[in-house]
């Protein structure tokens, strides 16, 4: 089933940077009736209001900053849509975070960050807004998962983990969603040029990518937009990260756990020690 973007309310989180911020841009484009965009930090969502004024003058643009790791502040927003837009038409669960390092080296507090984020706020949010849009009959959703969702890798474990979630729910909501008129998909990048890898606390992750999977923002939310159009169900954005998702998937897995069974070691030579864990949860 396609979905058009024309006259319809879109909801983008995590649109203050990196793939959410282009998803914005190229959206304000497609003729919607209207955006709303959120994320934490208010200053860069009024500052892509602001770009997007410019370019699309007359496009209604809501913007409202909240934390979506806290229930309370999603329940905020979805207050200020009810008010503002009246209702979503279709949701985009951009908003995720992930970090590097050696699970038993957490912070903690970092962790139940991206537990809630990446996977309670997108449920949340999906489990709020899908019913109504089944009472209309029609509406889309765009989970971003990663290419992490189909696979594991240690020194992510929590963050590919909470991937594996998105994807295993968007594809059973995508059936359970089959004649209702609502349409579920899913984004699963490879590397892409964002604050992701700062976030995550290492900002050589995209550096170790094998070249030419890493591509930039604008293209993974082109090819996002172009693949959620058509009703895609799982939309891999990138040439070299899309042949190299099938393939990997026909690796057997004890392969693979040879292949990786050395991280621990290069990890730890890394410096990757508990005393030199990473605390950089933002916010
Ligand atoms: N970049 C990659 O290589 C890659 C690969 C595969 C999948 N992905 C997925 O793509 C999505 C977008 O990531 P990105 O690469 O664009 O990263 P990014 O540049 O770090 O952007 C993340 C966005 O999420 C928002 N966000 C983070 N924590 C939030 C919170 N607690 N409440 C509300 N908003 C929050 C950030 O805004 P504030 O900081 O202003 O809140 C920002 O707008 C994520 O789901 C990520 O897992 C990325």
Redesign the pocket.
């Known amino acids: 089933m396609n979905v058009n973007f024309q006259d319809q309310r879109i909801l983008v ?10 998803l914005a841009l190229q959206l304000a484009e497609k003729g919607p009736k209207c955006l709303i965009l ?5 200053q ?2 009024v500052e892509l209001q602001a770009e997007i004024a410019q370019k699309q003058p007359g496009l209604k643009v809501l913007i409202h ?6 229930q309370s ?1 999603i329940d905020g927003l979805l207050y200020f849509i009810s008010r503002e837009a009246g209702a979503v038409d279709i949701l985009i ?6 970090d590097y390092g050696l699970f038993e080296n957490s912070s903690w507090k970092k962790t139940e ?1 991206i537990l ?3 996977i309670e ?1 997108l449920t949340y949010l999906t489990h709020k807004l899908v019913g109504p849009m089944i009472a209309l009959k029609r509406g889309a959703i765009l989970n ?5 969702g189909f696979f594991f890798m240690p020194g992510m474990s929590v ?1 590919a983990a ?2 594996h979630y ?1 994807t295993a729910f968007t594809e059973a909501l995508r059936i359970e969603l089959k004649g209702t008129g609502v349409v579920i998909s899913q ?13 995550a606390g290492n900002s050589d ?2 550096a170790k990518a094998p070249s030419g999977a ?1 591509i930039g ?1 604008e293209q ?1 939310a082109r090819e996002a937009l172009m693949g959620f159009a058509k009703g895609q169900a799982v939309i891999v954005p990138g040439d070299l990260i899309r042949i190299a998702t099938v393939l990997g998937q026909l690796v057997p897995r004890p392969l693979l756990r040879w292949v990786l069974a050395s991280t621990r070691g290069r990890m730890v030579r890394r410096g990757q020690t508990p005393e030199q864990a990473p605390e950089v949860a ?2």
């Open positions: 989180t995590g649109a203050s940077a990196g793939i959410g911020r282009e959120t994320a934490r930090r208010e860069m969502l900053a909240c934390d979506l790791a806290e502040e669960n951009n908003a995720g975070m992930g960050q809630r984020l990446n706020a971003v998962s990663s290419g992490l963050y909470t991937k998105v984004l699963c990048p490879g590397p892409v040029v964002s604050e992701f890898a700062q976030v992750l995209l890493v923002a993974c933002k916010a």
